[in-house]
């Protein structure tokens, strides 16, 4: 009987089920199969969240798109409720869309109910409910119950609520359908020590220790413009650098694990890893390494995290905790190719906005000349853009950053007069070896802005004036209008009546702009050649050192007319005209804009107070007379800015702070006084005093003098005046008084001695007066002869302005030439024995420099003339002596804060001659060239000492008209101390003026570096000199050496 009715009810179940099929949805596609939750007897309409819809959708035979079967729809709900417990049971319902021929499924589940819940923790490697303490205090976090319905979203929120409650490291959620229910398993760690973290599967050279310093907060995922001093945090500070050495991290917490996780993936990103995965571990160690039982309680562990798990328990951390970082490195990609398409004819519009002048760094005036001579427009246009780009040909690939220099193009477009311009990041693609990505940038530029008329709207102010008292005129301009164009290079212009200005401009726009009483001022002018409107030539170019553009020269402008403190403001203006000519080589027509400069004039400042503070050593007055600024002058800021490069060509401060040792800051503020309002500007200077007291015993070689041996006592800030205080009882040291004292004892180790002292007093008791005395005695063994000099120079100056100094001075000289080789020339063994020279000269020096050994900034000039001899100064000799020189020192780019890129410029021109009694300059007293020198005036590097200009035999003759000139980049290695150079020296010696050729220059170029350091008593310099344009008869030296080495 049982049997008969089990048969009935297999024939009939699929009869009852057929009968629920529409007619004419069998075989039908499906249209759609809808999700819903059926619970307490209520149909909700949401897919179901024990299961998700992949997983549904993945074990079902029944899908979209697919022919309706009503026999696999069967099928697939005995799967869903019999067979894998994944719901209690699924109700359906199918409907038929008889005008599309289409069929629909609806499926209402009902979800599975928890059997179980268990929580285990890890004892000595494995996972067990013993391991759980405390777990009643987060049991109450949780929602889901046994023999409630199981959901995927509430045991998610269950997790999120336990990490809540601080108490735990790691969770993790593991559940089962089974025919009971749901088994639901959490795996957790509680908070405790960790023993040790690793790295497992960073292979890239150099990444495992730079991960520990970008966890430690100590270095930032990528490098930053300037370097952070030492011990500075510079990202969030996750783990200790010392927890990867296996110092015990005690307060390890869920947000750190994770942000170390995310730092690590952040670093192979920026890197060109753009695949990569990093996924933390937390792994209690078995006491013995058995990878079955790893496996078996962690899952899938990668055989790279399983050998780092033997290397720790073989290393002593078995049974203990331990935090690895699984890291799956993945495909590193390098950007090839950077083009630049939709650029065909687009040029510079007379700005340089994509001239190769553009490139900077070591090379760059190399490279910009290659570009823009020697190369194709686009690979210029290709420089100049790459310049504002992080995304460099050979550097990672970074799909951010490729995004973010396109909006940086936009934006560089935009400022240099492509008002209209848009830049898209427009494809990539692999190279064939597939590990570079070549990347496109469309840019359509639109139309280039030219700037046709330029308005200046200037307002004045009253002085102020006390509540209630009588109100006082309104100021006039400070500066006129013709010297305000000048100094922004628009000369050429054509100025609008006020008639004209109110027809173009119209009423309502120039009421106003004429009231003088009233402190408006107003011109117009059209200029006769547009300019682009480019916002660097407003603001500066970034890149162009020092460059302020109209804004700054503006402001220069007025400082110096004891304005510093104005308010400027440059605005566009559209105009109607729509289009104008123009010379600029563009596929676009040019747009027509104005430009309206709108200046408040502002107040005249008083100076305040001038506060100098951290001189320890030296005394206030003393640092006071290199300050231009006294307490009642009108403030300038030109004049500000010209008294801190003083104090820093001083060198009396610490070369490697920031600013060379001196900062200077400004604080306004007002006064209300019986005659008005003032406002003053206080003035404070924070120093850093640096070492200028050295003793040094060299020892050294340099390729014209051989080894030599050196004791140097130099004092640069001395105080003389000390002495007598000690004598007094009252001793306050040798340092304070800006004055200079040097003795130098050279004994004669090869071929030279020397022994010298001198003493400068720049300012002779407080007055602008300077004044010194030399004395010395010194031989040099040139080879073919001894040269010997014993003297005596005091001198005299006054300090015509802050800047230039006039010195007039005396020198007393008996030169010497002996031990002179039997086939030296004659002009040498006609100058054999002594000649006194007894001299007046007068020097005129004009200095704006930063530094005395090497400026970044300012120039340098000077002009000596020497008369010696004659009947009223006697001497054996009878000659004058003239040279000039000027050096100019061009800072390119600032590195950082203490390290500028300059590029050196400097001229030098001596010529002598007889007069009276003397028919000959006599050898001892020619110039010579070749060799080098530190700063590089009058040498020519690439040959010897003496090695280019007249020669006999070739030994050098020297001659009495000298030219020579170089040009030399300087790049700061180590600020004050280090330096690479390359140069490019040119020069020529003649015997006299009448004999001088311009034909007859010689030139060299190479690279060297230079050394300063406090234990050496003069710069280390070594050059790598190559003959360029070379003359017969000069004497070549690769190598050119001034070396001391400090003990």
């Known amino acids: 009987m049982r049997f008969a009715l089990l048969?009935?009810?297999?024939?009939?179940?699929?009869?009852?089920?057929?009968?629920?099929?529409?007619?004419?949805?069998?075989?039908?596609?499906?249209?759609?199969?809808?999700?819903?939750?059926?619970?307490?007897?209520?149909?909700?309409?949401?897919?179901?969240?024990?299961?998700?819809?992949?997983?549904?959708?993945?074990?079902?035979?029944?899908?979209?798109?697919?022919?309706?079967?009503?026999?696999?729809?069967?099928?697939?709900?005995?799967?869903?409720?019999?067979?894998?417990?994944?719901?209690?049971?699924?109700d359906w319902e199918v409907s038929y869309d008889s005008e599309a021929e289409t069929t629909g499924v609806k499926l209402v589940f009902t979800q599975p109910l928890i059997w179980r819940i268990r929580v285990v923790a890890p004892i000595r490697g494995k996972w067990s409910e013993d391991g759980v303490t405390d777990f009643w205090r987060a049991r109450n976090q949780m929602d889901s119950a046994e023999g409630s319905e199981f959901s995927i979203r509430r045991m998610d929120a269950d997790v999120q609520r336990m990490y809540d409650t601080g108490g735990f490291l790691d969770i993790r959620c593991e559940y089962k359908f089974t025919k009971e229910g749901v088994d639901l398993l959490f795996r957790v760690i509680q908070n405790q020590p960790l023993e040790i973290l690793q790295f497992s599967g960073v292979y890239q050279a150099g990444f495992q220790s730079s991960l520990k310093d970008v966890i430690a907060g100590i270095k930032p995922i990528r490098d930053l413009p300037q370097d952070p001093p030492e011990g500075t945090l510079v990202s969030p500070r996750y783990f200790p650098k010392r927890a990867f050495d296996g110092d015990i991290v005690t307060d390890a917490n869920p947000a750190n694990i994770l942000g170390a996780s995310e730092q690590i993936t952040g670093y192979y990103r920026v890197n060109g890893f753009a695949f990569t995965t990093v996924k933390a571990r937390l792994i209690s160690l078995p006491t013995v390494y058995d990878p079955k039982v790893l496996l078996e309680n962690y899952g899938a562990l990668r055989d790279n995290v399983l050998d780092t798990c033997k290397g720790l328990i073989n290393d002593g951390y078995g049974g203990k905790l331990v935090l690895v970082f699984d890291v799956y490195e993945g495909p590193?990609?390098?950007?090839?190719?950077?083009?630049?398409?939709?650029?065909?004819?687009?040029?510079?519009?007379?700005?340089?906005?994509?001239?190769?002048?553009?490139?900077?760094?070591?090379?760059?005036?190399?490279?910009?000349?290659?570009?823009?001579?020697?190369?194709?427009?686009?690979?210029?246009?290709?420089?100049?853009?790459?310049?504002?780009?992080?995304?460099?040909?050979?550097?990672?690939?970074?799909?951010?950053?490729?995004?973010?220099?396109?909006?940086?193009?936009?934006?560089?477009?935009?400022?240099?007069?492509?008002?209209?311009?848009?830049?898209?990041?427009?494809?990539?693609?692999?190279?064939?070896?597939?590990?570079?990505?070549?990347?496109?940038?469309?840019?359509?530029?639109?139309?280039?802005?030219?700037?046709?008329?330029?308005?200046?709207?200037?307002?004045?102010?009253?002085?102020?004036?006390?509540?209630?008292?009588?109100?006082?005129?309104?100021?006039?301009?400070?500066?006129?209008?013709?010297?305000?164009?000048?100094?922004?290079?628009?000369?050429?212009?054509?100025?609008?009546?006020?008639?004209?200005?109110?027809?173009?401009?119209?009423?309502?726009?120039?009421?106003?702009?004429?009231?003088?009483?009233?402190?408006?001022?107003?011109?117009?002018?059209?200029?006769?050649?547009?300019?682009?409107?480019?916002?660097?030539?407003?603001?500066?170019?970034?890149?162009?050192?020092?460059?302020?553009?109209?804004?700054?020269?503006?402001?220069?402008?007025?400082?110096?007319?004891?304005?510093?403190?104005?308010?400027?403001?440059?605005?566009?203006?559209?105009?109607?005209?729509?289009?104008?000519?123009?010379?600029?080589?563009?596929?676009?027509?040019?747009?027509?804009?104005?430009?309206?400069?709108?200046?408040?004039?502002?107040?005249?400042?008083?100076?305040?107070?001038?506060?100098?503070?951290?001189?320890?050593?030296?005394?206030?007055?003393?640092?006071?007379?290199?300050?231009?600024?006294?307490p009642g002058d009108t403030y300038d800021s030109n004049q500000k800015r010209l008294s801190d490069l003083r104090l820093r060509r001083t060198q009396w401060f610490e070369q490697a702070a920031p600013g060379q040792g001196v900062v200077s800051r400004t604080t306004p503020r007002l006064v209300v006084t019986e005659d008005g309002v003032i406002e003053y500007t206080d003035i404070d200077y924070d120093l850093v005093e640096g070492r200028t007291n050295r003793f040094n015993f060299s020892a050294g070689f340099n390729s014209s003098t051989g080894f030599t041996a050196t004791v140097d006592l130099t004092l640069l800030n001395f105080d003389i005046s000390a002495l007598f205080n000690w004598i007094w009882g009252d001793w306050t040291g040798f340092t304070g008084a800006g004055q200079s004292l040097t003795f130098t004892a050279q004994p004669p180790l090869d071929r030279q001695q020397v022994y010298r002292v001198s003493f400068d007093e720049p300012w002779l008791f407080g007055y602008p007066v300077s004044g010194g005395v030399s004395a010395g005695y010194e031989t040099l063994d040139r080879g073919d002869y001894t040269r010997g000099r014993i003297g005596i120079d005091p001198y005299v100056g006054w300090r015509v302005f802050q800047d230039v100094s006039w010195r007039f001075g005396y020198s007393y000289e008996i030169i010497t030439i002996s031990d002179i080789a039997s086939n030296a020339p004659q002009e040498i063994k006609d100058d054999r024995g002594q000649s006194i020279l007894s001299t007046l000269w007068t020097e005129i020096h004009w200095t704006t420099t930063d530094n005395p050994s090497f400026p970044t900034t300012g120039w340098d000039l000077s002009y000596r003339y020497e008369y010696t001899g004659g009947l009223l100064l006697g001497g054996t000799l009878d000659m004058w002596h003239m040279r000039a020189n000027a050096s100019l020192y061009v800072p390119l780019a600032e590195l950082d804060s203490i390290r500028t890129l300059v590029l050196a410029f400097n001229a030098t021109a001596a010529w002598q001659d007889v007069h009276t009694d003397t028919t000959a300059i006599p050898?001892?007293?020619?110039?010579?060239?070749?060799?080098?020198?530190?700063?590089?005036?009058?040498?020519?590097?690439?040959?010897?000492?003496?090695?280019?200009?007249?020669?006999?035999?070739?030994?050098?003759?020297?001659?009495?008209?000298?030219?020579?000139?170089?040009?030399?980049?300087?790049?700061?290695?180590?600020?004050?101390?280090?330096?690479?150079?390359?140069?490019?020296?040119?020069?020529?010696?003649?015997?006299?003026?009448?004999?001088?050729?311009?034909?007859?220059?010689?030139?060299?170029?190479?690279?060297?570096?230079?050394?300063?350091?406090?234990?050496?008593?003069?710069?280390?310099?070594?050059?790598?000199?190559?003959?360029?344009?070379?003359?017969?008869?000069?004497?070549?030296?690769?190598?050119?050496?001034?070396?001391?080495?400090?003990?």
């Open 923 to 1047: 050898f001892s007293q020619r110039l010579f060239l070749g060799g080098n020198n530190v700063n590089g005036r009058g040498t020519l590097r690439g040959f010897r000492y003496a090695g280019v200009g007249p020669s006999r035999d070739d030994i050098a003759i020297g001659g009495n008209f000298m030219v020579t000139a170089f040009a030399e980049l300087r790049v700061p290695i180590f600020p004050g101390n280090l330096w690479a150079v390359a140069f490019i020296d040119a020069g020529e010696l003649s015997p006299t003026l009448n004999t001088f050729d311009g034909k007859g220059f010689t030139v060299s170029g190479g690279f060297g570096l230079r050394l300063l350091l406090p234990i050496l008593p003069v710069p280390f310099a070594l050059d790598f000199g190559f003959p360029i344009i070379n003359q017969p008869g000069n004497r070549e030296e690769v190598i050119s050496i001034n070396l001391g080495f400090g003990f």
């Open 7 to 90: 048969c009935i009810l297999g024939l009939a179940a699929p009869l009852l089920f057929a009968q629920r099929v529409p007619d004419g949805a069998e075989g039908k596609r499906i249209s759609s199969i809808e999700l819903f939750v059926k619970s307490e007897g209520k149909v909700f309409e949401r897919a179901p969240d024990s299961a998700s819809r992949q997983l549904i959708f993945g074990a079902m035979r029944t899908a979209q798109g697919k022919q309706f079967d009503s026999k696999a729809l069967k099928q697939d709900i005995d799967y869903l409720t019999d067979t894998s417990h994944m719901f209690r049971s699924v």
């Open 332 to 630: 590193q990609w390098l950007v090839g190719d950077i083009q630049f398409s939709g650029l065909d004819g687009v040029k510079s519009l007379d700005n340089g906005a994509l001239s190769g002048s553009r490139v900077s760094g070591l090379f760059g005036p190399v490279l910009a000349f290659w570009y823009h001579f020697l190369s194709s427009s686009a690979t210029e246009r290709a420089a100049a853009l790459g310049e504002e780009m992080r995304t460099k040909e050979g550097s990672p690939y970074v799909e951010a950053d490729v995004v973010r220099d396109a909006e940086t193009l936009q934006s560089y477009f935009r400022a240099r007069g492509w008002l209209d311009a848009r830049v898209s990041f427009s494809n990539f693609q692999l190279n064939e070896t597939r590990n570079r990505i070549n990347v496109d940038f469309h840019v359509d530029t639109g139309s280039p802005y030219a700037v046709t008329n330029v308005r200046i709207e200037y307002e004045t102010r009253a002085p102020r004036v006390p509540k209630g008292a009588e109100p006082k005129d309104f100021d006039k301009p400070a500066a006129d209008w013709d010297e305000m164009l000048e100094w922004l290079g628009m000369d050429d212009v054509e100025a609008l009546s006020a008639q004209l200005a109110v027809e173009r401009f119209g009423t309502d726009y120039m009421t106003g702009k004429y009231d003088a009483a009233n402190g408006h001022w107003f011109a117009s002018y059209d200029l006769t050649e547009p300019v682009p409107f480019d916002e660097y030539a407003i603001s500066g170019d970034p890149k162009a050192f020092g460059d302020e553009g109209y804004t700054g020269r503006i402001r220069t402008l007025l400082a110096d007319k004891g304005y510093s403190n104005i308010e400027i403001e440059f605005i566009r203006v559209e105009t109607r005209k729509d289009y104008v000519e123009t010379e600029w080589e563009s596929p676009w027509p040019v747009r027509r804009t104005e430009l309206i400069i709108r200046l408040q004039q502002g107040y005249k400042s008083i100076v305040g107070n001038v506060t100098v503070r951290g001189n320890e050593s030296t005394r206030d007055d003393v640092i006071r007379r290199y300050v231009s600024l006294f």
